[in-house]
């Protein structure tokens, strides 16, 4: 007898009940103003890891040795923002409370907004660690206030003053670098302060929210609003690596990536390659 | 001194108050829930209008002769359909109010409901004329009332049975079938009972939307959903040249172009020529 | 609890004990001597499927009505064709010996080999309907015996002379027009034969081979070798139709899509219609 | 020892002293206003030329049993137009000198003038077949006298009236067609009249050129101003085949394709196929 | 009452008069001799700008603080050079008679000379800074003096020895850099001596030129030639605010970009963030 | 009387018998389980070959000085991979027995072991430098011992242990980095080690395989499997210029070019200048 045809992200394929961490694709991008297209990342993310290997040299650990369970796509209804956000909410508390560790891939960024909904609400104090060319700081978008421009100061509604640490911003308006002074620690340019932080988060609860953007639009093109003068993969890969192996990591997303855009395909098996190392770190 | 630049869809550059049709564009596509892109359909539109001729060798009419104007695109917010849908209704209805027919440029074909409630406000009893691929006739799609899936259900909300006049239909669930026998008057698969619509609505107000997809994907594959066996762009030219020159239309679109997904510029050409045919219709 | 994520074909995931059709990819394209790719269509056709609906118009049926199952891609060891015809020879025989019809989605049309091997040795006499834009009637191509080129040549020296029915072959070497005079039936540049052949075919076990580049490369410029003045998608839709609808169809298969050559998705989404109709047609 | 690489379009590597039909690309697109690219077909043409047969089913004839010969590109000074056209004449002078027909692969529509200039002046009394989308018959662009625009007002100013007989138009402005009907004869939108022409010109010289714009933008999208409504393939090809086995043609060109606008490469083998069907026609 | 549509570089709307900056687009690619497509550049720059942020983290500057004004395009006639250089140099001279500064988006490099021949009927005296991976100085190209890679030999004819800067020259031939020994100033491969350059040419009339191809083809593949091994952004963007915050600034232009030959739409971003950058640092 | 057209890589237009240097491409790619295309990169490397200059500003050497012969194209046999590998033994062999090095551009990786097999034969003693992201170093890859992801390990059965030099290596599975640990001199992730490698080589023969996916995908994203965090073109082109300029290379190859997944044509570009750079270092 056959058996059905099954694609999850490379490795992840272990029985839901033996991991630690579980995925979830959230492919939405109703609320992008500019280029849409993240709503097609989890699938291209999927189909396109198998060609990456299990082992990372870097870490010198393999995939196969833990185990990762991936439960597939949220179907999300464009056009209700506030359902889309409560649907991927109920994803994250349905693996949060079987003692698991939510693993979205977005999508926008306004998707984190509904993972950490769910963490804030399990965990009571939360940090934030954010990497991003953008700031994502704005009040309101257009009058939206559900907007991929904005998913930060939601959060930040949620988390409170400090407890928001953003790497690699380089751009936004005026008033988000206010914002910014004030209420979150936002490391323009580069992940220069990221030991310290560190140091600073050890033992606390941290969601991680990687918006691909933050990369070099060199390495990582597709994606919908590309800014020039961003990270190396090097420098992003060591971070998460010693962001997922030092801290307590309770939720992590990554996000945006419009894979359409880079017919080359790099961009895609850029992000894959990031899944696996934060995989592998989060992994002991 | 040196002027502004100023880029209308060609030969639509008429003082406002000259123009009897006028333009403008609604790149909206928050809800399509497969392939996005028709946000930037008009903008495509405008730019790729220098392509084709002010003359129209079918009609033997030049564009050059009539007075059009382009009030350009309208800024919407994605993620509220509701809001979307009034914006376009003000523009539709401010344009109705100082005595002009409004033509739509899409978007999704979600955005005729905001022009068809404005015409419908104004008319009173009013006819839809509709070439398309896809019935649309849903009542809620993945329980969203505010769909492309369903614009021509709530659009029958509005003028009621035996008012929407369907052609090309070839897509659709057996319900949207089963509910056009009953409140629609569609013809499946081809044009063939045009011309006894156009004798019946003599004299009525009608509303023209064109759904591009109604076309092959052969001449017209930038679209987000398309469907085989399509009318040719003889037959759809011939049928948008009858109905603008036979029959009373006091509003109009067209819709469902994403010209990203033909990097050959095809359809946006045919988009181009169509809007021609229709505007050199629609003046006497 | 969380299910794993599941992609087959639109309305193929019954199980496998009611289904009477069973699909299976065979991405294989390593004897492409042209453009390669086709080695991507199985994942490209499932993951478009959902563009289309399930009911079709045409036929006023409706796959959720009927069982199919889809039992996944081979894993085809590229570099030695030999073995990876077995393997598909071996998928086709155990569903064939569970008593179901084996509908396999190309790769190059050389798996047709895998496939008709496994159908001949069930049931003997065999016929196969061909509908193809290149009569496949090489002797050897630069010394290759197995060959997507020679695919019905080596089809012939298993089914012999008059049974393999050739439709809208318009390109070849002189020779391969010279042996079809003499062993098979060809119908030149269109499908102007059907009817007859269905008439002599009625009761017989026939095997449906579709080169999908028999259409024509404007509704279908997604494959290796576009060749124009092909079929019309009517035309090939209702070819199919007929022969499925009319002939004991013991195995068949689609090939030849090359998605990543046609950037707008038309052909992939050509492809999962023309797959739809066949299902259905082949459906009672 | 190694022979050096020799790549022409297939089957044309006969000797030159051999051949009846000698084959030059000249790609200039340099007053191209709109998209260029034509630029690029000569080399697109050559290398997707082994992707077709040397066989004709349409004829029944191999081009492997006649002599043709390929010189070639032509390398043009970009900026200076008179100078590229009196590169092309002087081409055209060496291969009609030598007894020869020459067949030029453009290019943009302008590189005619180069040849036509050259076989008029040996031939002296000259006719034109005209295969094209637009007109052609600006007196000028943008007061440029030297644009692809003008190419068939500049052949008129060379050959006289009633010396061009243009098939397929269906673009241009006004005054074209008012020009048309005083000076040339053309016949719009489809190749009606074409039986009645041969008729007329047999036993005169005439020069063939073709602008592959004349086909339906679906088959043939690759090109800078596609034009919606066009004529098919086979309708092509029927003409240029007519044309050729009954007329004495003493220089042809093929023109307009822009390869890079088209990705899935149908318009390159369109033209590869047309050319062939050329090249048969021609040879007894 | 509706205002027309207008689409500026964004934050160029300003008066006029106001605009102490004023931008207008040459959009011509005439002599490019290997890919064209420049010629779209100043279209896509004024689209695309939208994706940007008005303020610069960098320089702790907004553009919604001044004053800029986009005059739009030049429509130039493809085809005569001389023409086309000439249109140029009377918009730059209807600017500088106006007081104010040209910057100039190309477009090919050549459209520099007709700006640069204006910036120096004005000043007298004249400095050129010239960022680009090509010297550009050859005397003729195929006998073309007017080409794209001429253009800074024919500046030099009118500014003469020593008063042209090059940075980031990474190829051309022998004579190139031989002629550049003696004639210019060449910093071959990087931007090293910008620092002594900038003090060098303190209070002096300096026009900038910035051949976007001067960056690493990583980060900026849209362009004609790309060449491996450029400069990085960051280094790019430092040195045209170096320049322009701290030289006399009578002219500028940024010229190459071809943006479709980069789907991502990365090279396009790149080519506004460093227009914005350049716009900011000449504003006090 | 008219020359053929020939077409070789920019400046290998010499005499067979003068040339040290013997190009030649295999453009083969049967065994590529992931992404097929290389075997369209000979082709395209000498088209775009003429994108660059023939002088090198980094060696200050120009090709013209120098002799070399482009002997064209293999024609090999997709499907049988041992004939594929003899074909190309065989040309390298030719190459040799004339006293003279060959110059192999690929096609997959695996093409290596032919050119290989000829070197090994003829020189007995023999070195590998490998420039690769990935180890190749598997036994079998699904069962198949000739395929790409095992070249290394197929010459390793050739060369024997301490004889292959691996620079740049960063994906594989663990069993490789293991097999790399006893039987070759890996240097992961970079070139640091290359300076003591050249020294430990001088005098020794040597064989150079370049797999340009050593490379940052964001400068070489045209390749079947990219991976992240690759050397600069910087470090690839001074490391080959090392090698070639003080080492007795006796035979060399690059490969993994696929040109069509990287429309931008940046890959291309790149690996013609990087041969060229080769070429130049080699002659004296």
Redesign the interface.
């Known amino acids: 007898?056959?058996?059905?045809?099954?694609?999850?992200f490379i490795a992840c394929?272990s029985e839901?009940?033996e991991a630690e961490t579980?995925l979830f694709g959230a492919g939405f991008?109703?609320?992008?103003?500019?280029?849409?297209?993240t709503?097609f990342a989890p699938?291209a993310i999927?189909?396109e890891s198998?060609?990456?290997?299990?082992?990372s040299?870097?870490q010198d650990k393999?995939m196969l040795d833990y185990s990762y369970?991936?439960?597939?796509?949220l179907?999300?209804?464009?056009?209700?923002?506030e359902?889309v956000l409560s649907y991927i909410q109920q994803r994250s508390e349905?693996?949060l409370s079987?003692g698991k560790r939510p693993f979205m891939i977005g999508g926008e960024h306004l998707v984190t907004l509904g993972s950490v909904r769910a963490v804030k609400e399990k965990y009571g104090e939360l940090y934030i660690i954010h990497f991003d060319a953008h700031a994502d700081l704005r009040d309101d978008?257009?009058?939206?206030k559900?907007?991929h421009a904005c998913v930060l100061r939601r959060c930040h509604e949620l988390v409170g003053d400090g407890h928001i640490f953003q790497f690699g911003?380089?751009?936004?308006?005026?008033e988000e670098?206010e914002f910014a002074k004030k209420h979150t620690v936002m490391n323009?340019?580069n992940l220069d302060g990221l030991a310290g932080t560190v140091e600073k988060l050890r033992g606390k609860n941290v969601y991680l929210t990687v918006d691909m953007d933050v990369l070099?639009?060199?390495?990582f093109?597709?994606t919908g609003?590309?800014?020039?003068?961003g990270v190396?993969?090097?420098e992003l890969?060591e971070a998460v690596t010693l962001v997922c192996s030092q801290l307590n990591i309770v939720g992590c997303d990554v996000n945006e990536l419009s894979p359409h855009?880079?017919?080359?395909?790099?961009s895609t098996?850029?992000a894959c390659?990031l899944i696996r190392e934060i995989l592998l770190a989060l992994s002991e």
Chains 1, 2, 3, 4, 5, 6 share one sequence.
């Not at 007898?1 to 999850?8: A, D, V």
């Not at 198998?50 to 082992?55: K, L």
């Open positions: 007898m056959l058996n059905k045809n099954i694609q999850t394929d839901y009940s579980v991008d109703g609320t992008t103003s500019f280029r849409p297209g709503r699938e999927r189909s198998f060609g990456i290997e299990t082992y040299p870097y393999d369970f991936d439960s597939g796509d179907e999300l209804p464009f056009g209700d923002t359902k349905t693996i079987d978008y257009l009058g939206q559900l907007s911003i380089r751009s936004g308006d005026r670098f323009k340019f070099d639009p060199s390495v093109p597709g609003t590309p800014e020039a003068e190396t993969f090097k890969r855009y880079d017919p080359t395909g790099v098996a850029v390659k």
